[in-house]
Every structure is written in structure tokens, then in C-alpha cells.
């Protein structure tokens, strides 16, 4: 990959190139390659122990890397220590500082910037406003609930008035409702602040629902960097489909490839997908096919090309229903929105299933 591949090269705020960091003989990071544009979300999407803390804290200037260099806003950052690279940061356990207010955990990076005092609380108080805080000044941490407490992290590390914000998976020990608030204000503030952000996440929802584009990391690699729609969509490869959102994972056979689009069939129905990703198979090679729950209907078992099956789960979600329907011996899910699906197909049904025939995804067959 190109430095810069995918932003424009005088709006890059951080750039990765060819970063490369070992623990032992752990490769956390493998030549990783990444521009993030000013006043860009960029997420980090991927499972434990892909690399993503290690990549915050590169950048943070916590550790430094084997190879490869890091730069901010066009400075070359390798050997500038943390608080000269402008970075505010939020970290998976926020720990704020239990015997100071309020006030006084959000002035702490003021304080040791020696920021003067009529400055300091100004800011302080602004940094409050903006996560909503205001008349909280004076509690100490313990005598907040976990949002507001995270809350108060956030303005610790708004208040320095960052170049760069990072954070690591800040919403985790959120329930469920919070999280999502916390999500949609901490996006408002982002976007009015204009702040170039990295965030870190191993929840995909999370991923798709705040980021302009999302990394998809595997093995101390980025598997894909795209918008959310286009990682959703056009997943790189079998990695990126199977983890980002639910999709069932189907052989099916190679009919004919015309130039950009190839046919797969599956028994008796035959689906379009990008003929890219399947670029050198010969006719009639096994290919694996992704197919999302929302991309199956659910159909008589007599209709043709449908495959059939039995409903052996229905998992009621308020919205939308997933069944889980058994075909030859394996387990697809069906998402059906709304909720006639429970009564319409009860457990046992014989039932045939249709696909929505262009929205799939295909890679030669592992
Ligand atoms: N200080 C360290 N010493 C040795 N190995 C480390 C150290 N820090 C991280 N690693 C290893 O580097 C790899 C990447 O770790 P990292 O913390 O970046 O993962 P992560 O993607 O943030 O995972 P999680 O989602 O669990 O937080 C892992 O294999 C981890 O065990
Ligand atoms: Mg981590």
C-alpha cells in the first residue's frame, strides 16, 4: 500500500507507514500502512489481541516502534515524547484520579502544562459544558455513575485542546442504552470540534455506526480500510465478511466470470457477485459465498431454486426476527423484519429460502 493511499496527502493528520512493532517473538503490528485525515473518525475495528492498543499507543508515543515511522499533522513523531505530540487520550480503564473532584482530574493536564490559572478554569468549565457536566465540578469520581464518569474523562482529554484524540474502547463497560448515547454525543462533539480522532472498538456495531472509515484489523495487520458501507458491502476478504456483522458462510460453484462479474450457483439458484475477488478460478472451481441474514427471505419450499429447509430457532428481537434455519445439515440464519415471522414460521416448519441475488460476496473456497 502507498503511504497516504486513501486520503489526500496535505489534509493527512496521522500517518502510519510501514509500522512495525514486536513483543518477543509476538509481531503485534506487521508493516501497517494508514493515513487518517484531519477532522476524520477513523475506527479500529478487530478481535483481541490484533494489534489495536499497541497501534494507539505508538501514535500516543507510549511505545516506539521496530520499523517504520509515525507522523502528526506532517511532524515526524518517533522520537517526540507523549506530551509534545498534541494527543488527548481516553483508555479502556478510564481511571480518573479518585481523591480529586471533578474539576480538578479535567485541570490535571492543564496543570502540568503550566497553563495559567484563570485560563485553567475557563477551560475546565468549557470542557464540563461541552460533556454536559456543568454543576458537577466539585464531586469526586465515586460519586458519579459510570457515564458521567466517563464523561469526565472524555473533557480530561478534550481540554488540553488536542491535535489528535485517541481512544480505547472508552464505551466498554457501558450498558447497553448508555453506550449508545454516549456514541451519538461523543460523534456531536467530534464533529463540532472538528478533532481528528482515532478510535478503537472490537465491537462491529459500534464500528459501522460512529466511523467515516473503519480499519479492519487481523494478526497485526489491516485487512480493509474503507468506509462503513463499502467494509459492510465489498468485505476484502473472507476475514472482514465473517467478522464485520452476522453472515452465513455458504459452498457454492463457479458458473462463468464475464469481466467484472461472475455467477455463482448455489443448487439450483444461480447469484451475481464482483467477478474481482474470484479473478483467476476456473469454471466450475468451489467457491465460498457470503450471503447476509437480511439478504435470504423466507419463501415456500416449493418455490424454485429455493433451498429448503426447517425453522430450528426463532430468536425474537423486537424489530426483526432471526431464525435459524437447518439445510443439509447446516445452520443458516434468516433475519425476517418485523415479527410475523414467529407465528408464520414455527419451529419445525418446513420452509424454502430465497436469496436476494446481487448483494453477495464471494472468495475461492478455503
Ligand atoms: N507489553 C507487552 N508485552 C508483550 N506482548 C504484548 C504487550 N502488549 C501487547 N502484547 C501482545 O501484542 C499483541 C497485540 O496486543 P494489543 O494489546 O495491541 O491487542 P488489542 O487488539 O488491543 O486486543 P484487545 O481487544 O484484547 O484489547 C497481543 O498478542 C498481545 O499479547
Ligand atoms: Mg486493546
Redesign the pocket.
Known sequence: MKPSANVEGEQTAVHFDAVTKR??D?V?LNAVTLGVGRSEFVTLL??????????L?LAAGFLGPDGGSISIEGKRMNDIPTYQRGIGMMF?NYALFPHMSVAENVAYGLKTRRVPRVERDKRVADALALVKLKGMENRKPRQLSGGQQQRVALARALVINPTVLLL??PFSALDKSLRTSMQVELREIQRKLGLTTIF?T?DQGEALSMSDRVAV?SE?RIRQLGRPVDVYRSPADPFVASFVGDNNRLRGQLVSMQAKQAIVALGDALVKVSGESLSGLEKSAAVDLFVRPEQFSVVAPEEPCAIKGSVVAQIYQGGHVDLQIECAGERLLVRSPGEQAVLRWPMGAPVGIGIQADRCSAFPAA
Do not use: N
Not at 478487530?46 to 497501534?55: E, F, H, I, Q
Open positions: 513483543f518477543d509476538v503485534a478487530g478481535p483481541s489481541g490484533c494489534g489495536k492498543t499497541t497501534l499507543k479502556q480505547d474502547e478503537v472490537h484489523m497485526g
